[in-house]
């Protein structure tokens, strides 16, 4: 086998380290035992980290020619046994991509232990970062254009996919849509000066592009008409907006129908929500709305030639509601997102009529990942292309005959998502970009003022959800510098981080019990939100109640006997409590309740009323009572009570 060069002997995974010189692999400082045969394909793996290793080449590093075994059982064992050790899984990748029929690829970043990059862990590219507060960078750009013809001939993990820069302007450029003849690509930009974001259009291979729309509110989600005369936008306003209909050459607008969003739009901005698609003949637009704050998100189809409109899904009421809608080429099927109470988005596809009327019920296509709302399907209607994950989002397929489970595109770079796919020569083009939010501390202890900003806990990911442990030395955070959302620790000084849990999906909202030796987080490890405690110096995690609702969103009682979290068993949001070594759940609120914290004398619980961006924030004591509005709109679940009172984020004066 070969040995990897001095300076690479070691380094580091996730929460894993390894030694190739001694052979060890640690995780959290402690050895773990690996065989021989699964350390030397590891080995291998990380030697060429980024690049396919194959079968044949592991074979001949493993077993030489004089060696009798069944060498593919073998090899499947050896894999199997690493992936066990790692908590990896074949369908849902961290760190070894299976590569069908070829062999093998480790695929997480890796950081050498000493301080040098190792030699072939995969560049980053720096992107152009938007600072505020957090410094969350968005340098988003329109980032590839990668000629495929499709799935038929050979699996795309299999292939290397070669992407092309199609923009890099300053700013954010999103939400692409491609003409019919797959010449050109509508796109919404905030501009040079990045203050306004309008539709602008872009002809492949050149060309500056040509701006549609100068209004001063903010233009999104283009849908170009099959027939390529219109493009078809949204224009937000605060609580309200309008569907707009705009010649694909420039020329006066026609507004079709209005648009609510009742406080949510920021999510379904965050998410890259493209409200609009057109059905294959160019006579009807898809595209989402509902009538009042408390009605989720139905799918509506609307003539512009007659102003018809009827209604596509009813989505249960629990749920935020449906959008991210794509016709397939056909027009026979309706593919959407159907995002839960909990943050959480499923795909689904709807059957339709050749007058695009329901012809059953929506089915829905399993993934253990929040899917975002850009579905995409391919020119031969077998597959959807999505994008999925908490936050750097990855490119995935999958057959909607459900006989295949979704597979990762394997496309270059960091994030991907919004994609789209051409109707002519089978072409992609998808956002490429990098969003960085950092932990920061301020001083408030014995000022009458706040002490400046410090950043305290920083990567090139997201690192959020920051909590001190009670005695104010190790701070509890959720990152994704993984590839997935996962609960992490650290110093009080933003030293000694480690990761504490390796679940391969999106965990976080962790939080300290009063005692200080154990955290309680969710989890859509099993593809719905639950609640788990870990523990804090050993690092294993148990899961409190199997329940078939989603459970979110923990917080502890102030002597550390109970664990608040937010459910959606009723039918909508409420906050319930559970024993804390695991029991029953016991509802809490009635009229609608979500992120629960005690107050330290343990008189009183303090709750907001929705997921929402902006919420109220109420309390109502522990003992029964009425509840009482405390707060009328807090920013993106920020408030935190303590005994100085209660912290809270305002609400940007724009947004």
């Not at 701006?211 to 605060?238: C, K, N, Q």
């Not at 998100?297 to 959008?323: A, C, H, I, M, N």
């Not at 109502?620 to 912290?647: H, M, S």
Request: with cysteine; hydrophobic share 35%; net charge positive.
């Amino acid at each position: 086998m070969r040995q990897s060069s001095q300076s690479h002997s070691a380094c580091r995974f996730g929460a894993f380290e390894v030694d190739l010189r001694a052979r060890e692999l640690r995780k959290g400082g402690l050895k773990i035992k690996l065989q021989e045969q699964p350390f030397q394909v590891l080995a291998l793996l990380l030697e060429r980290a980024g690049q396919v290793v194959t079968r044949e080449e592991l074979r001949q590093a493993l077993w030489p020619s004089d060696t009798f075994v069944d060498f593919d059982q073998s090899l499947n064992t050896a894999v199997r046994k690493l992936r066990e050790v790692l908590g990896d899984t074949a369908s849902t990748p961290r760190f070894i991509e299976t590569l069908p029929r070829n062999g093998y690829r480790f695929v997480a970043p890796l950081e050498a232990i000493g301080g040098k990059d190792p030699a072939r862990e995969p560049k980053r590219k720096k992107q152009r970062r938007l600072v505020w507060v957090a410094s969350f960078a968005v340098a988003v750009a329109l980032g590839a254009i990668a000629a495929w013809y499709f799935w038929p001939k050979a699996p795309v993990p299999e292939r290397v996919l070669s992407a092309i820069p199609l923009t890099s302007y300053p700013g954010e450029e999103k939400e692409p849509s491609f003409s019919p003849d797959g010449g050109q690509v509508a796109f919404a930009w905030n501009g040079d000066k990045e203050d306004n974001q309008d539709i602008y259009v872009k002809l492949i291979g050149g060309g500056p592009p040509l701006r549609l729309t100068t209004d001063p509110a903010e233009d999104y989600g283009p849908a170009w008409s099959p027939d390529g005369r219109h493009i078809a936008f949204v224009r937000r306003r605060r609580d309200s907006g309008d569907l707009f209909l705009i010649p694909a050459n420039g020329g006066p607008e026609r507004r079709l129908a209005g648009i609510q969003w009742y406080g949510l739009r920021i999510k379904l901005r965050d998410r890259q929500f493209p409200l609009v698609a057109w059905s294959p003949d160019s006579k009807w637009v898809a595209f989402a709305n509902r009538d009042s704050p408390e009605q989720p998100y139905s799918l509506f189809l609307l003539s512009p030639e007659t102003g018809e409109k009827r209604q596509l899904t009813s989505p249960p009421k629990k749920s935020v509601g449906d959008g991210g809608v794509a016709f397939s080429p056909d027009g026979r099927q309706l593919a959407f997102v159907r995002l839960m109470s909990s943050g959480y988005g499923h795909l689904y596809v709807l059957p339709l009529s050749e007058e695009f009327r329901p012809t059953g019920e929506p089915r829905r296509l399993p993934f253990n990942q929040p899917v975002n709302m850009t579905p995409a399907w391919t020119p031969d209607g077998r597959e959807i292309v999505f994008a999925a994950g908490p936050a750097g989002s990855r490119l995935w397929r999958v057959k909607v005959s459900g006989s295949q489970g979704p597979q990762p595109l394997g496309l270059p770079g960091e994030s991907a998502s919004g994609p789209a796919v051409s109707r002519q020569g089978g072409r992609l083009v998808y956002v490429a970009g990098t969003s960085d939010l950092n932990i920061w501390r301020m001083e408030l202890s014995g000022r009458s003022e706040p002490g400046p900003p410090v950043r305290l806990i920083a990567s090139t990911k997201v690192d959020v959800a920051p909590q001190f442990s009670p005695d104010g030395k190790r701070i509890a955070f959720e990152s994704d510098r993984t590839g997935n959302g996962e609960v992490w620790v650290c110093d009080g000084d933003g030293g000694n981080q480690a990761q504490m849990t390796s679940f391969g999906a999106h965990s976080g909202s962790p939080r300290w019990s009063p005692d200080g030796e154990r955290i309680a987080f969710d989890s859509n490890k099993e593809g719905r939100w639950q609640i788990y405690v870990v523990d804090a110096a050993a690092g294993v995690a148990r899961r409190l109640h199997d329940s078939p609702f989603d459970d979110d969103s923990p917080g502890w009682s102030h002597d550390g006997k109970w664990i608040y979290f937010a459910s959606n068993r009723t039918g909508e949001l409420q906050v319930w409590k559970m024993p804390a070594k695991g029991g029953e759940p016991v509802q809490v609120t009635r009229r609608g309740g979500f992120l629960a914290y005690e107050s330290p004398d343990g008189k009183y619980l303090y709750y907001m009323k929705r997921f929402e961006p902006i919420s109220e924030v109420w309390k109502v004591p522990v003992d029964c009572g009425e509840e009482i509005k405390v707060l009328d709109a807090v920013w993106r679940r920020g408030f935190a009570v303590t005994n100085q009172g209660i912290y809270f984020m305002t609400v940007p004066e724009a947004d």
